[in-house]
C-alpha cells in the first residue's frame, strides 16, 4: 500500500522553466519532509513542514503543507540545471519513533 | 562532524550467500533506523534502534533479516540466506531525537545485487 503518492515520477524541463511536485495522501501526518538526493548519496534534508497550510521558501524553492495535512507541494521557479536531482517527499506521524514513510520520488532533469 | 557512514557501498552475492552490512550513526545519536529502496519502488522502512534496543521492527521482512546493535553504536544488518528479491539499496539514517519534526541524517547507502 503506497501511502504518499508523489507525482510526477520523472519530469524533464528547459532551463528557467517552473515545476511543481506533488506529495498526496490519504492520511494525516504529523510532518511533511523534502529530501534531494543525488547519485550515489543519500537522501539530504530541504525542509520540514508540520502546520497545516504552512509555506517555507529555500531560495528558488518553495515547499506548502496542505490545510488538512494530507498532501504538500515543491515548487521551483526558473528552474537551473544544478536543481537536476532525485526529490522525495516523506511523512512522520507523533508517536512512530521518527519513522518516515517516502513517496517514489520525482527524478528531475534541468536541461540548459 | 563525520556523517553517516555505510560499508560496503556495494555488494554483489549469489542467491543463499550471506551478507553483513556496516552502518556507523553520527556519533551521539541514540536514534539509528534502517529503509530499503528496491528497484521501482518507494524508500521503505526496515527497523528503529534507539540506542541497543529495537523500538520498532515492524518493517523487517522476514526472519532472513537480523540487524544488531551492540553497545549502542554502529549497527549491522545481516542477510542469511540472500534471495534475489533481497537486492536493492540499503540505507542507514540517524538522528538525536525521535520526534516527527527531528532531521535525520542518512547515509550514503549500500546497494546490494543478489545473483
Known amino acids: 500500500t503506497q501511502l504518499l503518492e508523489q507525482s510526477p515520477q520523472f519530469l524533464s524541463i528547459q532551463e528557467g522553466e517552473n515545476l511543481t511536485v506533488y506529495c498526496n495522501s490519504s492520511?494525516?501526518?504529523?510532518?511533511l519532509q523534502w529530501y534531494r538526493q543525488e547519485p550515489g548519496e543519500g537522501p539530504v534534508l530541504l525542509v520540514t513542514?508540520?502546520?497545516?497550510?504552512e509555506v517555507k521558501k529555500l531560495k528558488r524553492l518553495t515547499f506548502q503543507f496542505g490545510d488538512a495535512r494530507k498532501d504538500s507541494s515543491l515548487h521551483i521557479t526558473a528552474a537551473q540545471p544544478g536543481d537536476t536531482g532525485l526529490y522525495l517527499c516523506?511523512?512522520?506521524?507523533?508517536?512512530?519513533?521518527?519513522?518516515?514513510?517516502f513517496g517514489q520520488g520525482t527524478e528531475l532533469s534541468v536541461k540548459p | 562532524e563525520a556523517g553517516v557512514t555505510q560499508f560496503p557501498s556495494h555488494s554483489v552475492i549469489e542467491k543463499g550467500q550471506t551478507v553483513t552490512l556496516r552502518c556507523d550513526p553520527i556519533s551521539g545519536h541514540d536514534n539509528l533506523y534502517w529503509y530499503r529502496r528496491v528497484m521501482g519502488k518507494e524508500i521503505k522502512f526496515l527497523l528503529h534502534?534507539?540506542?541497543?534496543?529495537?523500538?520498532?521492527e515492524s518493517g523487517m521482512p522476514n526472519n532472513r533479516f537480523l540487524a544488531e546493535r551492540t553497545g549502542g553504536t554502529y549497527s549491522t544488518l545481516k542477510v542469511q540466506p540472500a534471495e534475489l528479491e533481497d537486492s536493492g539499496v540499503y540505507f542507514c539514517a540517524s538522528s538525536r531525537l525521535q520526534g516527527s519534526n527531528t532531521e535525520a541524517f542518512f547515509g550514503q547507502g549500500t546497494r546490494l545485487t543478489v545473483v
Open positions: 516523506a511523512g512522520a506521524r507523533n508517536n512512530q519513533g521518527g519513522k518516515l514513510i
Open positions: 534502534f534507539v540506542k541497543e534496543s529495537k523500538q520498532d
Open positions: 492520511s494525516v501526518f504529523s510532518s
Open positions: 513542514v508540520v502546520t497545516g497550510g
